[in-house]
């Protein structure tokens, strides 16, 4: 079974500044992981993705995240935050591998800009 | 494309109604995936289907839920008869088969009353 861990509820940066969501997995074979976001009242938006191509992905709207095998990460960077970043994040992960299972999602991440 | 479509968008029913929401997905997506979203239990996968046929409905909470693919061009997610706790927003998704993301409807915001 996969599952994955995002850390922190809620994460408040000023504008202009770095952003950094936390993601754990856990996953008895290699991952594929995923990064949603989620503005009010709409669905989810796939920023970026990881299937073991490049260990560092690079997504929509300048964001980023790297696949860390050793630490089981994939933490999501922005280098400089945006007030229309303010969202829901959510990390997900799915098996690798033929077929395509359900993702499994984590709680999300709300991100709060501060201006 | 326009995308996973999904409706209705707002669903307010009382209990013990039969409450049926719709999903059409991307054209040529083999996949459908039906997940809900709620504040305590987050987002969670109930049902998905492969070329129409369902693979895993584990994740359906209850005999009151039932979900269809007649065709590959719509699924269907029935609720019969609704309670206040099914009050939540259901989610469609479609995907093709290897290692891609999902692409996810806006949703139905269904409340039981």
């Known amino acids: 079974a996969q599952s994955v861990t995002q850390l922190g509820s809620h994460v408040s940066v000023s504008e202009g500044a770095l952003v950094l969501l936390r993601c754990n997995y856990s996953s008895s074979v290699p991952p594929y992981l995923f990064w949603y976001v989620q503005y009010p009242n709409q669905g989810l938006q796939l920023l970026l993705k990881y299937t073991s191509a490049a260990t560092l992905v690079k997504g929509i709207n300048g964001f980023e995240a790297e696949f860390k095998k050793s630490e089981t990460s994939f933490h999501l960077t922005k280098p400089s935050a945006h007030m229309s970043d303010a969202a829901e994040y959510f990390c997900?992960?799915?098996?690798?591998?033929?077929?395509?299972?359900?993702?499994?999602f984590g709680k999300g991440t709300h991100l709060i800009i501060q201006p | 494309d326009a995308g996973v479509i999904q409706s209705p968008r707002h669903e307010v029913t009382e209990m013990g109604q039969e409450v049926t929401l719709r999903c059409k997905p991307i054209?040529?997506?083999?996949?459908l995936f039906w997940y809900r979203q709620t504040m305590m239990r987050g987002l969670e996968l109930l049902i998905y289907?492969?070329?129409?046929?369902?693979?895993?409905d584990s994740g359906m909470p209850e005999d009151r839920f039932s979900a269809k693919m007649p065709n590959a061009s719509f699924s269907t997610l029935k609720i019969q008869p609704s309670e206040p706790r099914d009050s939540a927003v259901y989610f469609c998704a479609s995907s093709l088969l290897q290692g891609g993301g999902y692409t996810f409807g806006s949703g139905t915001r269904l409340t039981v009353v």
């Open positions: 997900a992960v799915r098996r690798s591998g033929g077929g395509a299972d359900g993702l499994t």
């Open positions: 054209s040529g997506h083999d996949y």
């Open positions: 289907f492969n070329n129409n046929v369902p693979i895993d």
